[in-house]
């Protein structure tokens, strides 16, 4: 059976990575260098996914200079440690692996810097399985989800990848509503930090990886 899809983005954070102990550890370590009160552990789960200075400023209430010194202690602690405090969702490497049998070209696209992206891709050995690498920009100057995306086609083309009908594959409203902006449809992951609410306008919403891989390759 031919592949629906011509190319496929892989978002990381909530959909290949459970990675919120390490990013929710180094914020509570952001917070208590600030010298401000620790957010609930409810509360930091939030800052999972968006790109972090969104994070700082709309849940936090951070100016952007404030953002900007907040950044500057969570960056280094958690290249340091909180990058690789993280497990990959079971099941999610069969599906990776199963998308670079198939031939069909895929890219990470993450609000994640790149820096730490492919460090933990590296470290759970699946860097292997991906054409190319898209995340944020270290400077965090390209961070939303949209020009991700789009710096993400950008790649696959310039690698002679199809992409005449790509996909989205994500867990949360960012994740969906980026790809939109470039008239990628999302498949939703239900096993990342996403509401139901935020499956509002993907083509599909899975709850196994079973699901997932026939839903990308028939």
């Not at 009160?37 to 709309?58: H, N, Q």
């Not at 953002?67 to 069969?94: H, K, M």
């Not at 867990?171 to 139901?196: E, K, L, M, Q």
Request: net charge negative.
């Amino acid at each position: 059976m031919t592949p629906e899809f011509s190319s496929i983005l892989f978002d990381l954070d909530g959909t290949i990575v459970d990675s919120a102990p390490g990013i929710t550890a180094t914020l509570a370590y952001t917070f208590e260098r600030l010298a401000l009160p620790i957010p609930s552990p409810a509360e930091l789960v939030a800052y999972v996914g968006p790109p972090i200075l969104d994070s700082f400023r709309d849940l936090a209430g951070f100016t952007p200079e404030q953002s900007q010194r907040a950044l500057e202690i969570y960056r280094p602690e958690y290249l340091r440690s909180g990058a690789f405090n993280a497990t990959v969702y079971p099941g999610v490497e069969d599906v990776l692996r199963a998308i670079h049998e198939s031939e069909v070209p895929l890219s990470l696209a993450t609000s994640k810097p790149e820096t730490p992206a492919k460090l933990i891709l590296e470290h759970y050995d699946l860097l292997k399985y991906f054409d190319v690498i898209t995340g944020a920009s270290d400077d965090e100057v390209r961070s939303a989800k949209a020009d991700v995306v789009e710096e993400a086609l950008l790649r696959l083309a310039g690698i002679g990848a199809n992409i005449a009908k790509p996909v989205m594959v994500g867990d949360r409203s960012h994740d969906v509503h980026g790809a939109a902006a470039h008239g990628v449809p999302t498949i939703f992951v239900r096993w990342g930090y996403g509401s139901r609410a935020e499956e509002v306008g993907t083509i599909a919403a899975v709850d196994t990886t079973d699901e997932l891989v026939t839903r990308l390759l028939g």
